[in-house]
Structure formats: C-alpha cells, structure tokens
T-cell receptor, first 109, second 117 residues
Framework: AQSVTQPDIHITVSEGASLELRCNYS??????LFWYVQSPGQGLQLLLK??????LVQGIKGFEAEFKRSQSSFNLRKPSVHWSDAAEYFC???????FGAGTILRVKS | GAVVSQHPSRVICKSGTSVKIECRSL??????MFWYRQFPKQSLMLMAT?????????EQGVEKDKFLINHASLTLSTLTVTSAHPEDSSFYIC?????????????FGPGTRLTVL
C-alpha cells in the first residue's frame, strides 16, 4: 500500500535561513510525487511535482525538491525562507493522491 | 492556470439536516473529481472519486448513503451530506483532474468548512 511519512510535525526557521522539509514514501513502482502548500483559510496549492526525468525538480516560490529512489525520499528545500512561507506543507504520492500528515512551518523574524 | 471553486465556503447547519457542497472547475473540463475530508491538524483523507456521468467510487469506511456524490457535468460535482451530525463537522475539499493520462495533476478547491450543531 502507498504511504507517505512526514517526520516533522512542526519546524521553525529564521527568516532568511535555509529550509528542508522531509518526506519519505512507500510505493510499489516509480512514484508520482507532489508537494502542496496550504495557507490558513486557503486551498492547497501545488508547489511542484515529479513524474519522471531529472530528479531535481524546480517549483514555484523558489522551492525545489529532489527525488532519491535509494532513500525513498522527496525532500522539499528552499535556500532562503521568507515570512510569507509560513504555512502547512503536504507531501503526496501516487495517481490517487495519498497525503502525508503535513509539516507546519513557522518563520521567525 | 486551472481554477477550482467550491460553494459555499462555510456552512453551519442543524443536526439532522442535509447540506450540499458544490465543486466547479472554472476553466477546464474535469473528467474526474475527488472529494477529501480534513480533520483539524490532520491530513486530507480521500473520501471518493467521481467520474463524469458515472457513479462515484467510495473509499473504504466512507458511507455512500451518507455522502452522496453527483458528477453530472464536466465542470460540476456535488457532495451532499445527508442527515448531518456533529461528527460530520469537518473541512471538505474537492479537487479536479484534467482529462488525459493518469499523470495529470489535480487542482484543489479552497474547501468548505461544515459545522453541524
């Protein structure tokens, strides 16, 4: 069965610092992988997706993620966090999306 | 980009009444729409998948007689929560998938907050 683990429930980083949100998945074949962001009161917004090809994927808002098959991971990164990045981030896998539990990002000024 | 709307954004109803939530794809045709439920501080859980013109497919544990889904056109799906009870209070989110291969991305609506008193 497909599953997604986001080990960190909360993460706090200082504005301007780098960010890495972890995502590990369990999937029987080459997975379709996604990262979504949910801001308070708003719907999920797709940040980036991986279907095949280059394992380093660039997304919107300066985010990127790297697919590592050997580690079953698809971690989300951003080199310099802005206060507006504070939100909840969800990793998802599969054609019929299976979501992780989410990671709440807090940004300190 | 693809836009999905939901109406209403927030609804409060009395226990025992039924509530209908609409999900529309505004600028594309969605052959498949999905309905999710999100409890506070938890992830989205898929409730059902609806394909235009056919019956919805419900996930295990979701009562199909309680959560009625209709997908009558390529731009509209509705979720009706029948005989709502306080435990049905939740955030309901729909998503729509563009037609084509199975790798197409889903676009999410902003969600509907249901509170049952």
């Amino acid at each position: 069965a497909q599953s997604v683990t986001q080990p960190d429930i909360h993460i706090t980083v200082s504005e301007g610092a780098s960010l890495e949100l972890r995502c590990n998945y369990s999937y029987g074949a080459t997975p379709y992988l996604f990262w979504y962001v949910q801001s308070p009161g708003q719907g999920l917004q797709l940040l980036l997706k991986y279907f095949s090809g280059d394992t380093l994927v660039q997304g919107i808002k300066g985010f990127e993620a790297e697919f590592k098959r050997s580690q079953s991971s698809f971690n989300l990164r951003k080199p310099s966090v802005h206060w507006s990045d504070a939100a909840e981030y969800f990793c998802a896998v599969g054609n019929k999306l299976v979501f992780g539990a989410g990671t709440i990002l807090r940004v300190k000024s | 980009g693809a836009v999905v709307s939901q109406h209403p954004s927030r609804v409060i109803c009395k226990s025992g009444t039924s509530v209908k939530i609409e999900c529309r794809s505004l600028d594309f045709q969605a052959t498949t729409m999905f309905w999710y439920r999100q409890f506070p501080k938890q992830s989205l859980m898929l409730m059902a998948t609806s394909n235009e013109g056919s019956k919805a497919t419900y996930e295990q544990g979701v009562e199909k007689d309680k959560f009625l889904i209709n997908h009558a056109s390529l731009t509209l799906s509705t979720l009706t929560v029948t005989s709502a009870h306080p435990e049905d209070s939740s955030f309901y989110i729909c998503s729509a998938r563009t037609s084509g291969t199975s790798t197409d991305t889903q676009y999410f609506g902003p969600g509907t907050r249901l509170t049952v008193l």
